[in-house]
Protein backbone atom coordinates (compact mmCIF):
# COMPACT_ATOMS: atom_id res chain seq x y z
CA UNK A 1 0.00 0.00 0.00
CA UNK A 2 1.13 3.29 -0.81
CA UNK A 3 1.77 6.70 1.51
CA UNK A 4 -1.11 7.87 -0.66
CA UNK A 5 -3.67 5.29 0.29
CA UNK A 6 -2.58 5.52 4.14
CA UNK A 7 -3.25 8.99 4.21
CA UNK A 8 -6.53 8.95 2.47
CA UNK A 9 -8.66 5.53 3.48
CA UNK A 10 -11.57 7.61 2.30
CA UNK A 11 -11.96 10.12 -0.98
CA UNK A 12 -12.66 13.43 0.19
CA UNK A 13 -14.56 14.08 -2.97
CA UNK A 14 -17.18 11.04 -2.21
CA UNK A 15 -17.15 12.10 1.90
CA UNK A 16 -18.19 15.29 0.35
CA UNK A 17 -21.10 14.07 -0.74
CA UNK A 18 -22.09 11.38 1.52
CA UNK A 19 -21.76 13.81 4.37
CA UNK A 20 -24.74 16.02 2.73
CA UNK A 21 -27.21 13.31 4.56
CA UNK A 22 -26.46 14.74 8.24
CA UNK A 23 -28.03 17.00 9.81
CA UNK A 24 -25.46 17.71 12.30
CA UNK A 25 -21.94 17.96 13.22
CA UNK A 26 -22.48 15.46 15.99
CA UNK A 27 -23.24 12.99 13.53
CA UNK A 28 -20.88 13.55 10.80
CA UNK A 29 -18.38 13.16 13.82
CA UNK A 30 -19.72 9.98 14.37
CA UNK A 31 -19.72 8.36 11.06
CA UNK A 32 -16.09 9.59 10.13
CA UNK A 33 -14.99 8.19 13.84
CA UNK A 34 -16.18 4.68 12.86
CA UNK A 35 -15.08 5.02 8.89
CA UNK A 36 -11.45 5.40 10.19
CA UNK A 37 -10.96 3.13 12.97
CA UNK A 38 -12.30 0.07 10.96
CA UNK A 39 -9.77 1.69 7.79
CA UNK A 40 -7.08 1.80 10.62
CA UNK A 41 -8.43 -1.86 11.67
CA UNK A 42 -8.30 -3.43 7.53
CA UNK A 43 -5.09 -1.02 7.08
CA UNK A 44 -6.57 -0.05 3.61
CA UNK A 45 -8.68 2.30 1.57
CA UNK A 46 -12.32 1.86 2.34
CA UNK A 47 -13.42 1.30 -1.10
CA UNK A 48 -10.91 -2.05 -0.68
CA UNK A 49 -12.88 -3.56 1.83
CA UNK A 50 -13.42 -7.28 1.53
CA UNK A 51 -15.52 -10.44 3.23
CA UNK A 52 -12.49 -11.41 5.45
CA UNK A 53 -12.27 -7.75 6.28
CA UNK A 54 -15.49 -7.38 7.41
CA UNK A 55 -15.39 -10.23 9.92
CA UNK A 56 -12.05 -9.78 11.23
CA UNK A 57 -13.92 -6.37 12.08
CA UNK A 58 -17.16 -8.56 13.36
CA UNK A 59 -14.91 -10.62 15.78
CA UNK A 60 -12.61 -7.49 17.01
CA UNK A 61 -16.12 -5.97 18.20
CA UNK A 62 -17.09 -8.95 19.27
CA UNK A 63 -14.60 -9.99 21.16
CA UNK A 64 -14.78 -6.01 22.87
CA UNK A 65 -18.49 -6.73 23.91
CA UNK A 66 -17.33 -9.56 25.63
CA UNK A 67 -14.71 -7.88 27.72
CA UNK A 68 -17.57 -5.03 28.41
CA UNK A 69 -15.59 -2.31 26.70
CA UNK A 70 -17.97 -1.95 23.73
CA UNK A 71 -21.91 -2.30 24.18
CA UNK A 72 -24.05 -4.32 22.11
CA UNK A 73 -26.13 -1.25 20.96
CA UNK A 74 -22.83 0.83 19.92
CA UNK A 75 -21.41 -2.43 18.18
CA UNK A 76 -25.08 -1.99 16.35
CA UNK A 77 -24.27 1.56 15.63
CA UNK A 78 -21.19 1.13 14.31
CA UNK A 79 -22.45 -1.14 11.66
CA UNK A 80 -25.00 0.67 10.51
CA UNK A 81 -22.73 3.58 9.78
CA UNK A 82 -20.72 1.35 7.71
CA UNK A 83 -23.34 -0.68 6.41
CA UNK A 84 -24.79 2.81 5.59
CA UNK A 85 -21.81 4.09 3.55
CA UNK A 86 -20.93 1.04 2.00
CA UNK A 87 -24.39 1.25 0.15
CA UNK A 88 -23.45 4.72 -0.59
CA UNK A 89 -20.42 3.69 -2.49
CA UNK A 90 -22.62 0.71 -4.20
CA UNK A 91 -25.08 3.38 -5.29
CA UNK A 92 -21.75 5.69 -6.43
CA UNK A 93 -20.69 2.58 -8.50
CA UNK A 94 -16.86 2.53 -6.69
CA UNK A 95 -17.48 -0.57 -4.41
CA UNK A 96 -18.97 -4.07 -4.93
CA UNK A 97 -20.58 -3.02 -8.59
CA UNK A 98 -23.30 -5.52 -9.56
CA UNK A 99 -23.80 -6.55 -5.75
CA UNK A 100 -27.07 -6.65 -4.23
CA UNK A 101 -25.81 -6.55 -0.56
CA UNK A 102 -22.83 -4.92 1.12
CA UNK A 103 -20.70 -7.27 3.34
CA UNK A 104 -22.06 -5.05 6.69
CA UNK A 105 -25.52 -6.13 5.89
CA UNK A 106 -25.63 -9.83 6.57
CA UNK A 107 -24.20 -9.08 10.45
CA UNK A 108 -26.62 -6.58 11.34
CA UNK A 109 -29.47 -8.97 11.04
CA UNK A 110 -28.74 -10.74 14.25
CA UNK A 111 -27.17 -7.30 16.18
CA UNK A 112 -29.27 -5.78 19.78
CA UNK A 113 -31.81 -3.31 17.84
CA UNK A 114 -31.55 0.11 19.02
CA UNK A 115 -34.10 0.76 22.37
CA UNK A 116 -36.92 2.81 21.61
CA UNK A 117 -34.84 5.25 24.53
CA UNK A 118 -32.29 7.35 24.29
CA UNK A 119 -28.49 5.30 25.49
CA UNK A 120 -27.54 6.78 28.54
CA UNK A 121 -24.44 6.25 31.30
CA UNK A 122 -25.44 4.35 34.10
CA UNK A 123 -24.47 6.01 37.42
CA UNK A 124 -21.18 3.88 38.60
CA UNK A 125 -20.21 4.34 35.32
CA UNK A 126 -20.22 8.22 34.90
CA UNK A 127 -18.40 7.81 38.78
CA UNK A 128 -15.21 5.74 36.97
CA UNK A 129 -15.00 7.99 34.15
CA UNK A 130 -15.08 11.16 35.94
CA UNK A 131 -12.74 9.50 38.67
CA UNK A 132 -10.68 8.49 35.47
CA UNK A 133 -10.67 12.21 33.80
CA UNK A 134 -9.74 13.84 37.42
CA UNK A 135 -6.33 14.50 35.96
CA UNK A 136 -7.19 16.43 33.10
CA UNK A 137 -8.80 19.81 33.85
CA UNK A 138 -9.98 20.40 30.65
CA UNK A 139 -11.48 16.69 29.78
CA UNK A 140 -13.32 17.26 33.19
CA UNK A 141 -14.85 20.18 32.47
CA UNK A 142 -15.76 19.31 29.05
CA UNK A 143 -17.36 15.79 30.96
CA UNK A 144 -19.34 18.07 33.08
CA UNK A 145 -21.20 20.00 30.83
CA UNK A 146 -22.22 17.34 28.99
CA UNK A 147 -23.23 15.16 32.24
CA UNK A 148 -24.59 18.95 34.31
CA UNK A 149 -25.58 20.99 31.49
CA UNK A 150 -26.86 19.12 28.95
CA UNK A 151 -24.14 20.95 25.97
CA UNK A 152 -23.79 19.55 22.87
CA UNK A 153 -20.00 18.65 21.58
CA UNK A 154 -20.73 20.70 18.70
CA UNK A 155 -21.84 23.51 21.90
CA UNK A 156 -18.99 22.91 23.91
CA UNK A 157 -16.17 23.42 21.22
CA UNK A 158 -17.85 26.74 20.55
CA UNK A 159 -17.71 28.57 23.58
CA UNK A 160 -14.90 31.42 23.51
CA UNK A 161 -14.55 32.48 27.01
CA UNK A 162 -15.89 34.21 30.38
CA UNK A 163 -17.64 36.67 28.25
CA UNK A 164 -20.48 34.00 26.91
CA UNK A 165 -21.22 33.10 30.64
CA UNK A 166 -23.64 35.15 32.90
CA UNK A 167 -23.92 34.37 36.64
CA UNK A 168 -27.58 33.61 37.73
CA UNK A 169 -28.53 32.54 41.24
CA UNK A 170 -25.87 30.23 42.28
CA UNK A 171 -25.46 28.68 38.89
CA UNK A 172 -24.75 30.61 35.52
CA UNK A 173 -26.27 30.69 32.32
CA UNK A 174 -24.81 30.77 28.27
CA UNK A 175 -26.30 31.76 25.52
CA UNK A 176 -25.68 29.18 22.60
CA UNK A 177 -26.17 29.47 19.16
CA UNK A 178 -28.80 27.75 17.68
CA UNK A 179 -31.29 27.76 21.58
CA UNK A 180 -33.87 30.47 21.69
CA UNK A 181 -33.66 30.10 25.00
CA UNK A 182 -30.34 30.48 27.42
CA UNK A 183 -29.05 27.40 28.64
CA UNK A 184 -28.31 26.99 32.58
CA UNK A 185 -25.39 25.64 34.42
CA UNK A 186 -25.92 24.06 37.81
CA UNK A 187 -23.43 24.90 40.77
CA UNK A 188 -21.65 22.52 41.08
CA UNK A 189 -20.90 22.87 37.05
CA UNK A 190 -20.23 26.53 37.51
CA UNK A 191 -17.40 25.98 40.16
CA UNK A 192 -15.22 23.46 38.01
CA UNK A 193 -16.17 25.74 34.91
CA UNK A 194 -14.97 28.86 37.02
CA UNK A 195 -12.09 27.26 37.89
CA UNK A 196 -11.00 25.75 34.91
CA UNK A 197 -11.13 29.41 33.39
CA UNK A 198 -9.19 31.09 35.69
CA UNK A 199 -6.56 28.14 35.43
CA UNK A 200 -7.28 27.92 31.50
CA UNK A 201 -4.18 29.70 29.04
CA UNK A 202 -5.77 32.75 26.90
CA UNK A 203 -6.74 31.02 23.85
CA UNK A 204 -9.50 32.52 21.24
CA UNK A 205 -11.45 29.19 22.18
CA UNK A 206 -12.20 27.96 25.48
CA UNK A 207 -11.22 24.73 24.89
CA UNK A 208 -8.40 24.01 22.62
CA UNK A 209 -5.43 21.50 22.08
CA UNK A 210 -2.14 21.59 22.06
CA UNK A 211 -1.13 24.06 19.70
CA UNK A 212 -3.82 26.53 21.21
CA UNK A 213 -6.43 25.97 18.47
CA UNK A 214 -9.95 25.04 18.69
CA UNK A 215 -11.03 21.43 19.56
CA UNK A 216 -13.18 19.57 17.03
CA UNK A 217 -15.92 16.86 17.33
CA UNK A 218 -13.59 14.15 16.86
CA UNK A 219 -11.18 15.39 19.75
CA UNK A 220 -14.23 15.07 22.39
CA UNK A 221 -15.03 11.88 20.72
CA UNK A 222 -11.01 10.13 21.37
CA UNK A 223 -11.37 12.11 24.57
CA UNK A 224 -14.39 9.83 25.13
CA UNK A 225 -12.35 6.44 23.46
CA UNK A 226 -9.25 7.40 26.19
CA UNK A 227 -11.00 7.82 29.91
CA UNK A 228 -13.59 5.39 29.10
CA UNK A 229 -10.76 2.94 28.30
CA UNK A 230 -9.07 4.53 31.24
CA UNK A 231 -12.27 3.53 33.61
CA UNK A 232 -12.03 0.08 32.40
CA UNK A 233 -15.81 0.73 31.20
CA UNK A 234 -17.71 0.38 27.87
CA UNK A 235 -16.84 2.57 25.17
CA UNK A 236 -19.64 5.58 25.65
CA UNK A 237 -19.74 8.50 23.61
CA UNK A 238 -20.20 11.53 24.65
CA UNK A 239 -23.70 11.87 23.42
CA UNK A 240 -24.32 9.28 26.02
CA UNK A 241 -23.01 11.41 28.68
CA UNK A 242 -25.24 14.25 27.19
CA UNK A 243 -28.06 11.79 27.35
CA UNK A 244 -27.66 11.17 31.14
CA UNK A 245 -28.68 15.08 31.88
CA UNK A 246 -31.91 14.66 30.43
CA UNK A 247 -32.69 11.39 32.23
CA UNK A 248 -31.46 12.93 35.32
CA UNK A 249 -33.54 16.11 35.36
CA UNK A 250 -36.56 13.16 34.53
CA UNK A 251 -35.59 11.27 37.42
CA UNK A 252 -35.44 14.20 39.63
CA UNK A 253 -38.98 15.17 38.52
CA UNK A 254 -38.67 18.06 35.91
CA UNK A 255 -41.25 17.83 33.52
CA UNK A 256 -41.26 17.51 29.55
CA UNK A 257 -41.23 21.24 28.78
CA UNK A 258 -38.68 21.73 32.02
CA UNK A 259 -36.26 19.16 30.71
CA UNK A 260 -36.42 19.81 26.61
CA UNK A 261 -35.84 23.70 27.43
CA UNK A 262 -32.76 22.63 29.10
CA UNK A 263 -31.62 20.17 26.49
CA UNK A 264 -32.50 22.23 23.38
CA UNK A 265 -34.84 19.93 22.38
CA UNK A 266 -38.93 19.50 21.33
CA UNK A 267 -41.00 18.09 24.38
CA UNK A 268 -41.66 15.32 21.43
CA UNK A 269 -38.35 14.70 21.03
CA UNK A 270 -37.45 14.64 25.04
CA UNK A 271 -39.84 12.16 25.77
CA UNK A 272 -37.00 9.44 24.41
CA UNK A 273 -35.07 10.50 27.74
CA UNK A 274 -37.74 8.99 30.39
CA UNK A 275 -37.05 5.43 30.96
CA UNK A 276 -38.19 3.70 34.51
CA UNK A 277 -34.58 1.41 34.49
CA UNK A 278 -32.38 4.74 35.19
CA UNK A 279 -34.61 5.49 38.05
CA UNK A 280 -33.96 2.20 39.11
CA UNK A 281 -30.18 2.49 38.86
CA UNK A 282 -30.43 5.58 41.03
CA UNK A 283 -32.08 4.15 43.66
CA UNK A 284 -29.92 1.01 44.03
CA UNK A 285 -26.65 3.43 44.17
CA UNK A 286 -28.22 6.01 46.23
CA UNK A 287 -25.77 5.53 49.45
CA UNK A 288 -22.61 5.73 47.56
CA UNK A 289 -24.01 8.43 44.50
CA UNK A 290 -22.95 12.20 44.79
CA UNK A 291 -26.48 12.98 44.88
CA UNK A 292 -26.16 14.08 40.97
CA UNK A 293 -23.67 16.85 41.78
CA UNK A 294 -19.75 16.57 40.37
CA UNK A 295 -17.45 17.41 43.23
CA UNK A 296 -13.83 19.11 42.32
CA UNK A 297 -11.57 17.34 40.79
Same mark, same amino acid.
Given at each position: ???E?I?? =?V???LWE??????K???T????W???L?F??Q?? &??? $??????????Y????????? !??????I??????R??????S????QG???????????????K?? &? &???????? $???????A????????????T?LT???R???T??????? %?????????????????S???? =??Y??E???????????? %???F????Y??SG?????M?I? %?M????C?????????????????A??????????V??? !???? %??V?????????L?R????????????????K?
Amino acid at each position: MNREEIQE =PVSRHLWEQFKKRFKSDTTEASYWSDILEFCRQTG &KPF $VRTDREDVRRYYEYTTKRVK !EGRLSPITRTKKFRELHSFASFLMEQGVYMPGSEYDYFYPYLKNM &K &KESRLADH $VPVRDMDALLGAACGDRMAYTILTLLYRAGLTSTEIISL %RGEADFLEYGEGACVTLSGREE =PCYIPEDAWEILRDYMAW %RERFPTLFYNRSGRPLNTMYIS %RMMKKYCAAAGIPDYSAQDVRNSCAFNLFAYGADDVQAA !EQMG %RTVRQIQRYRGALYRKELREHAADLVKIRIEKP
